[in-house]
């Protein structure tokens, strides 16, 4: 593809951060953003597994702490959270109806944002909810198994995956995307003594940065 093409096709707007970080070198900043979305795609695994375990453990022990299937319905949880939250799931509901769907617990599950999960670790539910939620980290040292430390944690991985999910640039810095990727596999570890070994041949982060790496220094 010529210039011109790939200027129609990908914006001018959107190569302007790599135009600039290789001194306007077109070739460059073409290579830079193919390489951020094959980096992009190395994090898809680990985010996925993340997103999904997060939330059905903290599903499974929010069923526990009302007693249940339908917490986010029942009355306490309602009185507990915040207008955030419940826009939310009536979002999630609305999105199954668009696409005349039966609405079932676990579609209202699936359809909640990762938002909507890392805000249940709001300072807030310090004293209404953390005491259930912290048993969704299972395998976390119990000495920094705190909602500070947890919401921290995931609310930074939470603005890294919107990043990849909406095809944003992330590769400005090689220590920063390590230290996602230990992030990420820390979260992951919590979630489940096994999650991690189970997980192992999905992650190919490594890989795919040693072969890109040039282009991020």
């Not at 460059?28 to 193919?34: F, I, L, S």
């Not at 980096?39 to 996925?48: G, M, T």
């Not at 339908?70 to 955030?84: A, D, G, M």
């Not at 609305?94 to 609405?103: A, M, W």
Request: proline share 2%; with cysteine.
């Amino acid at each position: 593809m010529d210039r011109k093409a790939i200027e129609r096709i990908i914006s001018i707007e959107r190569l302007e951060p790599y135009l600039k970080h290789h001194s306007n070198d077109f070739d460059k900043a073409v290579e830079h953003y193919k390489a951020n979305i094959e980096i992009s795609e190395a994090f898809y695994p680990l985010l996925s597994i993340l997103e999904i375990g997060l939330r059905n453990n903290f599903d499974y022990q929010l069923k526990r702490r009302f007693d249940d299937d339908n917490w986010f319905e029942n009355p306490e949880f309602i009185k507990i959270v915040s207008r955030f939250q419940i826009d939310r799931v009536s979002e999630a509901r609305n999105t199954i109806l668009r696409e005349k769907k039966e609405i079932t617990t676990g579609k209202i599950i699936s359809e909640l944002s990762f938002g909507f999960w890392t805000s249940l670790l709001d300072s807030k539910f310090e004293k209404t909810l953390w005491k259930n939620l912290r048993l969704a980290f299972p395998n976390c040292p119990k000495n920094i198994r705190q909602r500070k430390t947890m919401s921290s944690k995931l609310n930074g991985v939470r603005r890294l995956r919107n990043r990849v999910f909406h095809h944003e640039s992330i590769t400005w810095s090689i220590s920063a995307l390590t230290n996602y990727q230990q992030e990420i596999i820390e979260g992951i570890d919590w979630l489940d003594r096994g999650l991690l070994e189970w997980s192992n041949e999905l992650i190919r982060f490594d890989e795919v940065i040693g072969k890109r790496k040039g282009l991020i220094k």
